[in-house]
């Protein structure tokens, strides 16, 4: 397609806002990540990303903060809109599907949530991680938002009363026509059509097919190859030239999920210091001020040295177990308990970050890049390179000047971390 367009994309956390903008950025279109609908009209970018942070509030404010986006991704001229869900459909998906249908005034989305390079496939509309049903898998057992059913429709019926339809392997593996006919069946009644999906080249199906789709819901995967029919020849993005390439690099885990304990053992076994606090002693005020006060003279020292800290809570299952029994006597729900220990490892990094002028950083966690995010005044983020598969670099706009890595818990590999490093130290 050689006319140029505008992609509008409302995400509700910051991890997943990035991990789509990124397949657009390959392509040469510029990616801006915004925190709130009034930011986007400060900037220029052929895609504009809106996160809207909602994945943990209640259905009707993820339903009103992503109608706000929409509108107002509306009013900067968006021709195509996704509606970015987590890969393993995690949050409100209901409620802000149809948010984003309401406010367009439109009646079919399509919804893709498999991500193959991630290990994320939908069959006969039942999504797997891995090979493993999703109700079955380690999403099973997640703090915030346990899955507990492997039915996208059943999951996006809690919260929608749309019709729902299926669009089966065995119509894609048929071509693209094949998958128009049935979206031109679906559109005479409305609601969502769940794709099946298990391959790269199933996304490439798929994508020759939507391409001129108005509204696409769904993981970030779809976009790398629909983002291929509206490349841009030029380079949109350089690297900001940053100071203070002496400094170590600072690397903060807020994630408990096993790829996460994995990509930290592996940074430890390759040299990283590593810095992790009692999460219980955070219920003392006390004791968790002189706790993370120790953190942080500790980590200051090496970074200053330019020796590269990880910062982490202690995470191993015993202790989280003991978290939220010892949070329920004290009044804290799961998701409390949660923003307790993410908000203090981001004041931690915050200070870090101003005591020693540090300019990269290496987030792993959405609740925990959010809090960072938010405590740095970050307002817009232009994407910048892919590290791995759904991870990328992204360099604040404005003050402080950051070059970020902010990911997914549980997404990249075994040495994700040290790529990292090696990645920021560059720049």
């Known amino acids: 397609m050689s006319e140029r367009y505008r992609a509008g994309v409302v995400g509700d956390d910051i991890t997943g806002c990035q991990d789509i903008g990124i397949f657009f950025t390959k392509q040469g279109l510029r990616s801006i990540t915004a925190s709130s609908p009034d930011e986007i009209f400060k900037h220029q970018a052929d895609v504009l990303i809106i996160d809207t942070d909602s994945r943990f509030d209640h259905a009707k404010q993820a339903y009103d903060k992503a109608a706000k986006a929409v509108k107002a991704l509306q009013q900067a001229g968006c021709t195509q809109y996704f509606k970015k869900t987590c890969s393993v459909f995690r949050g409100n998906i209901g409620a802000e599907f149809d948010a984003m249908l309401d406010t367009l005034n439109e009646s079919l989305m399509i919804v893709i949530a498999a991500f193959p ?24 057992h ?18 929608s009363k749309r019709p729902i339809h299926h669009l089966l392997l065995k119509t894609i593996r048929q071509g693209h026509h094949a ?5 031109e069946e679906a559109q005479k009644v409305g609601g969502y059509l769940i794709c099946d999906c298990e391959t790269q080249q199933d996304l490439k199906i798929l994508a020759a097919a939507i391409v001129n789709e108005k509204v696409i819901g ?40 096993q790829q996460s304990k994995r990509q930290s053992a592996y940074a430890l076994a390759h040299g990283v210091i590593h810095i992790p606090f009692d999460p219980l002693m955070l219920y003392d005020r006390q004791a968790s001020e ?4 120790g953190c942080f003279q500790k980590a200051l020292s090496h970074l200053l040295k330019g020796e590269h800290v990880l910062l982490q809570p202690d995470c191993e299952n015993e ?10 006597t004290k009044g804290y729900d799961e998701k409390s308990v949660s923003k307790l220990v993410s908000t203090a490892l981001a004041k931690l990094v915050l ?23 938010e405590m740095l005044n970050i307002h817009a983020s232009e994407l910048v390179d892919e590290i791995q598969t759904g991870i990328c670099s992204s360099l604040s706009l404005g003050e402080p000047k950051l070059l970020m890595i902010l990911k997914s818990g549980s997404f990249g590999n075994e040495q994700f971390l040290i790529d990292a490093i090696d990645y920021l130290k560059q720049y």
Request: with cysteine; glycine share 8%.
């Open 319 to 328: 202790k989280v177990t003991l978290m939220k029994t010892v949070g329920r």
């Open 290 to 293: 002189k706790m993370l006060e």
């Open 117 to 140: 390079k991630n290990g994320r496939t939908t069959v006969d509309g039942r999504h797997y991680v891995y090979g493993c049903e999703l109700a079955a898998s380690q999403f099973r």
């Open 179 to 183: 998958v128009r006919r049935q979206i």
């Open 142 to 159: 997640d703090p915030m938002n346990p899955m507990t059913s492997s039915d996208l429709a059943a999951i996006i019926a809690l919260q």
């Open 218 to 257: 769904g993981s970030s995967a779809i976009a790398e190859e629909l983002a291929v029919y509206h490349k841009h020849q030029e380079t949109v993005q350089s690297h900001a030239v940053l100071p203070d390439k002496e400094r170590g690099i600072l690397l903060a885990v807020g994630s408990i999920t």
């Open 351 to 373: 200070q870090l970050i101003q005591a020693s002028n540090q300019h990269r950083i290496c987030i792993a966690g959405g609740d925990t890049s959010a809090r960072i995010i």
